[in-house]
């Protein structure tokens, strides 16, 4: 017989008990040998000269003595868990008699029910109280044939133990040995959260694993996640529609319902897009990024929406039903208890590090993205923890260089991120601001800036560069024919000078490093002119990662806010321009712009929810 995981216990063997009183019929051997002549001995009690007599069915026990055995009975069906056969054999030492469907019928009129049955079903809808196994599951486990090799280990020790002769005084009355299969080592998921306290707990428990499952499904089935090399960057964090979410926040914090209204709508529809299709570059947005954004901004209720929305979305049709259950049970967490979203964020951040290093290293690029948001996620900016990852992020710099060369805007763009990372935690080094200047030197070397007539600071309005004709000559290029990356790696590198110097209490070198950020630009954003130019020269990829780093720094309020009253054109673009950019343009518009960055990725193909199919 095979017995599911919920039976581990039965295995226990009771103290031996003495029957209280003898009677013939019930010291007879449970099994009959049959003699050497074929036929079969009669009983001890029988007539010697008469045929065999046969046992007459037992009579039903008295009400009395099911009451008087009830607690009994209780613990080794309920508590012990034991089935119905062990229970029948066991109580016969009691001196207690009844077949199982009497005790069928006994459990019934107790409202006893230990499994999920069609009447526990029936009781529970009709309002009738049940009483159920303590502490055991109410589903039936699926039962599995154990592997070759166990299932023979399993018949030796059978055989040992029918071998072993019982104590006399119980050897009438023992149940036949039964071999059970081996039990694994890790406890099965269901087990594992019924062994949780409370509903929070068993939610959340439910959600992680669903993590779990779909990050090893990712990697068995995505090939970019098994052969892209450590210094590049897997598509597993797309930010397309999370800054959607966050306008909308901003502009209900500034009073302005109307639009952030019209851009959570569109927020909405987005979502929908990215679940009918192939979700493993939003995966950890939808159940990492967004609770921290929404809790952020203190707007749970608005959460609760969206989950709801798309509960309702799976119940219609989604693609794959093992999401929809990890949606609902977040649902319900959220719903349930909103406190406890903040243990499970830190939470589900921590285990995606873990399933990461695990699979792609420790200090591989998505991991080393994953242990920075994590720090952000559970609030744990403590000195040694930050050390250890800028630490690894300056190794994975070095592997960067080597692999592109120091020169190459990939080389520039690591440094840039590595540098902001020091700055979101307030992690200033002996040479931070020398790699910040050293980082300027390598820009304007690139484009050979010169300076104005003028004693004003450098400014980026012409670029000369070697002729194409190779006279020696110089020509002067326009301001279009700057790389925004390049542009945008000056102004961060001044921007992080000025916040240094903040920090160092030097307010004059701070201010001039202040305005030498914002020279060149229309407004005092920068950031977001560079986000639309690349758009519209269809660069989604870096537009989307320089987007990444921007609201990362916002988060730790190392940049400003967007005033959208002031940047309307920005407000304009995420309204009106950018869904319809994102919907329309080809996957392959740019031409294979994807290494510019370094990271990796296919040439000519973005990691965006509708092309990734």
Not at 456 to 479: H, M, Q, R, Y
Request: charged share 20%.
């Amino acid at each position: 017989m095979e017995c599911g995981p919920g039976y581990a216990i039965a295995s226990a063997a009771l103290p031996s008990i003495q029957p209280v009183h003898h009677v013939a019929w019930a010291e007879r051997p449970v099994v009959n040998t049959p003699s050497s002549d074929g036929t079969t001995p009669t009983s001890a009690s029988s007539s010697s000269d008469g045929p065999p007599l046969h046992d007459p069915p037992p009579a039903a026990p008295a009400p009395l003595d099911w009451e008087a055995h009830k607690q009994v009975i209780k613990d080794l069906y309920m508590g012990q868990n034991l089935n119905l056969n062990e229970v029948v054999e066991r109580m016969k030492a009691y001196n207690f008699h009844a077949t199982p469907r009497m005790y069928k019928a006994q459990f019934a009129r107790w409202t006893w029910s230990k499994y999920n049955c069609k009447r526990m079903r029936r009781d529970l809808s009709s309002g009738k109280a049940i009483e159920k196994s303590t502490g055991k599951s109410c589903h039936r486990v699926k039962r599995q044939r154990p592997a070759k090799p166990a299932r023979k280990k399993d018949c030796a020790s059978s055989q040992k133990t029918q071998e072993a002769s019982p104590p006399a005084e119980i050897a009438t009355t023992a149940p036949a040995p039964m071999m059970r299969r081996s039990q694994y080592p890790q406890l099965s998921v269901l087990s594992y959260q019924v062994a949780h306290a409370d509903d929070g707990t068993r939610f959340m428990q439910s959600v992680l694993t669903d993590i779990r499952n779909h990050v090893y499904s990712f990697f068995s089935r995505k090939p970019e996640w098994q052969k892209s090399s450590g210094t590049g960057l897997i598509s597993a964090y797309n930010y397309a529609f999370y800054d959607s979410f966050r306008i909308a926040m901003d502009s209900f914090v500034k009073n302005e319902h109307f639009n952030g209204g019209e851009i959570l709508r569109q927020a909405f529809v987005e979502v929908e897009e990215a679940l009918q299709t192939d979700y493993s570059s939003t995966f950890y947005f939808f159940f990492i990024d967004l609770p921290d954004l929404f809790l952020h901004y203190g707007r749970h209720d608005i959460f609760v929406i969206l989950l709801a929305h798309i509960n309702r979305l799976t119940a219609v049709g989604l693609r794959d039903k093992i999401i929809g259950a990890g949606f609902a049970s977040l649902h319900a967490l959220a719903e349930s208890n909103p406190a406890f979203l903040r243990h499970y964020i830190g939470c589900a951040s921590g285990l995606w590090c873990d399933l990461l290093s695990e699979l792609r290293g420790p200090r591989d690029r998505s991991t080393l993205l994953a242990r920075r948001n994590h720090i952000r996620h559970a609030h744990a900016t403590d000195p040694p923890r930050v050390k250890a990852l800028c630490d690894d992020y300056d190794h994975l710099l070095g592997q960067v260089q080597k692999h592109w060369g120091p020169g190459h805007t990939a080389s520039r763009h690591m440094e840039d991120v590595v540098l902001l990372t020091h700055l979101n935690y307030d992690h200033f080094t002996n040479d931070f601001a020398a790699r910040n200047e050293r980082l300027i030197e390598n820009v304007e070397r690139k484009y050979q800036l010169t300076t104005s007539e003028a004693s004003s600071p450098v400014t980026p309005e012409s670029i000369e560069s070697s002729s194409s004709a190779g006279d020696g000559k110089f020509e002067t290029l326009p301001l279009e024919a700057w790389d925004m990356l390049d542009r945008n790696i000056r102004s961060n590198c001044y921007h992080r000078l000025a916040s240094y110097y903040i920090h160092q209490g030097d307010a004059g070198l701070a201010t001039l490093y202040g305005a030498k950020a914002r020279e060149g630009w229309k407004t005092d954003f920068w950031q977001l002119e560079v986000e639309t130019a690349l758009v519209s020269a269809g660069r989604l990829f870096e537009a989307e990662t320089l987007r990444r780093c921007r609201l990362e720094a916002q988060y730790f309020g190392k940049l400003l806010e967007n005033d959208w009253t002031v940047a309307a054109a920005e407000l304009d673009y995420y309204l009106n321009i950018r869904p319809s950019v994102m919907r329309n343009m080809p996957p392959t518009t740019g031409g294979s712009w994807a290494p510019s960055l370094g990271y990796g990725n296919m040439p000519g193909l973005r990691a965006l929810s509708k092309s990734s199919r």
